[in-house]
């Protein structure tokens, strides 16, 4: 019933889809909950009700829903009918990880890399990047240049040039801003590819190469706050097939 519903949305059969789902929530459905609550949220068929879109959330993650988990995070991150609390964003998004939710995963990862809600850990951050982008590659983009860049620097992950390099280019393959920002950089100061990934070998400390600490000044991303991090599929509601 969830999918038919689901399927209607997707059709535009607004008011049929929201019939089903009410009558699969009615039933204690989790995913029909949450998928009920997005439409409250954004005024689908329903009157708007964000108080109601946060009810039904709660039940539906109680019921045992990642997505409508990481919905709620985005909501406390936000403030988006209720109001803004990092730290109960960062505790909606790290159980939404722990059932493998890739969303909450990559918001997890910019607020430790912010250190929004929850202590600065770059460390952490580059180890949930690196399962996402080893598990879906084509979905986050912003994933792979944040990973990119954090091996590129050695920052909360091993000095991999190369690897960071390549990261970025697979970024830039999707439109990344950030990645084809930097790669433009890289090319305008006239290094290489070869360059750049000879730098996580013995000859990093040469002077036939320009320096670690070079590299990272010119690449111009402390922090990583001039690169746009905020961009994640948090801002948008997740749902059973991303109807919206």
């Known amino acids: 019933m969830v999918r038919v519903g689901v399927c209607r949305l997707k059709a535009g059969l607004i008011s049929e889809a929201v019939e089903l789902l009410q009558r699969a929530a009615d039933e204690g459905n989790a995913e029909a909950l949450n998928n009920l609550a997005v439409c409250h949220a954004h005024g689908q068929g329903v009157e708007r009700d964000e108080d109601r879109a946060h009810q039904l959330y709660l039940e539906a993650a109680e019921g045992g829903s990642r997505d409508a988990m990481h919905n709620l995070g985005v909501m406390y991150d936000r403030g988006r009918g209720v109001t803004s609390d990092p730290r109960v964003a960062v505790e909606w998004f790290k159980k939404a990880t722990r059932k493998n939710s890739h969303e909450s995963m990559h918001a997890l990862a910019l607020m430790l890399v ?52 390549e990261l970025l280019e697979q970024a830039a393959s999707h439109g990344h801003p950030g990645a084809l920002a930097q790669l433009e950089q890289f090319e305008k100061l006239g290094m290489s590819k070869k360059e750049i990934a000879g730098l996580d070998s013995e000859a990093v400390h040469s002077t036939s190469l320009k320096s670690q600490e070079d590299v990272c000044v010119k690449m111009d991303i402390q922090g990583f706050g001039d690169m746009n991090v905020r961009l994640y599929a948090g801002t948008a509601p997740a749902t059973v097939d991303n109807f919206l």
Do not use: I
């Open 114 to 165: 912010e250190g929004r809600g929850v202590d600065r850990d770059l460390g952490q951050a580059g180890e949930l990047l690196g399962r996402l982008v080893e598990s879906d590659q084509d979905t986050f983009p912003n994933a792979m240049f944040l990973l990119g860049a954090m091996k590129l620097k050695g920052q909360g992950v091993a000095l991999e040039p190369a690897a960071g390099f």
